[in-house]
């Protein structure tokens, strides 16, 4: 299917109907400048709006995608169905991005603070109080093996996060 066929097709059904280009957006969510890319050609609709813009313009999935009216009625289960797998898809990886993004904030940040302890080879903690400026201070001093280990640690979170993303983005697997 190419574009410029789609877009055709697009066209002469929001003709036959006689809704403006403006009309079809709203109806779909969209801008009417989109409308105008699918009539001319340069762009496909969003997978998320083929259905409704086959509802709208009065036509069945099939009859959409293949171009043409009068193609089998109840061929679009199959579409609907690979529409439902894709949306699936993509929150798959929007949820894997978003992990991925955690884990490499999460890591920058242990990293930090292994760098922390290993500049002032001291911890400190203060719990304040609702009263009071300070109701606890604890402090002590470390060695080098501590802030290895975490920043070792705040490494490896930081690395999971980007294969993360990474994996996230590849599709083929």
């Known amino acids: 299917m190419e574009a410029k066929e789609m877009g ?3 066209a002469k059904l929001r003709k036959e109907k006689q ?26 609709p969003d997978i ?3 259905e409704p813009l086959a509802d709208a ?9 293949k171009c043409s009216k009068g193609t089998e009625k109840n061929t679009d289960d199959g579409i609907k169905a690979s529409i439902e797998i894709a949306k699936i898809q993509r929150k798959k990886a929007l949820k894997k991005i978003i992990i991925g993004g955690l884990c490499c904030v999460i890591g920058i940040c242990v990293v930090l603070c292994a760098i922390n302890l290993f500049v002032t080879h001291s ?6 109080g609702n009263d009071g400026p300070m109701s606890v201070f604890v402090a002590g001093r470390i060695g080098n093996l501590l802030p290895t280990i975490i920043c070792v640690f705040g490494i490896i979170i930081l690395l999971v996060g980007i294969f993360t993303i990474l994996r996230s983005s590849n599709n083929d697997k």
Request: aromatic share 8%.
């Open 19 to 44: 809704i403006t280009q403006a009309e079809l957006a709203r109806r779909l969510n969209v801008t009417d400048k989109a409308v105008s890319r699918w009539e001319r050609g340069i762009g496909y």
């Open 8 to 10: 055709e097709f697009i």
């Open 48 to 50: 998320n709006t083929l």
């Open 123 to 128: 911890w400190s903690l203060m719990i304040c």
């Open 57 to 65: 313009l009065g036509v069945t999935l099939t009859e959409l995608m």
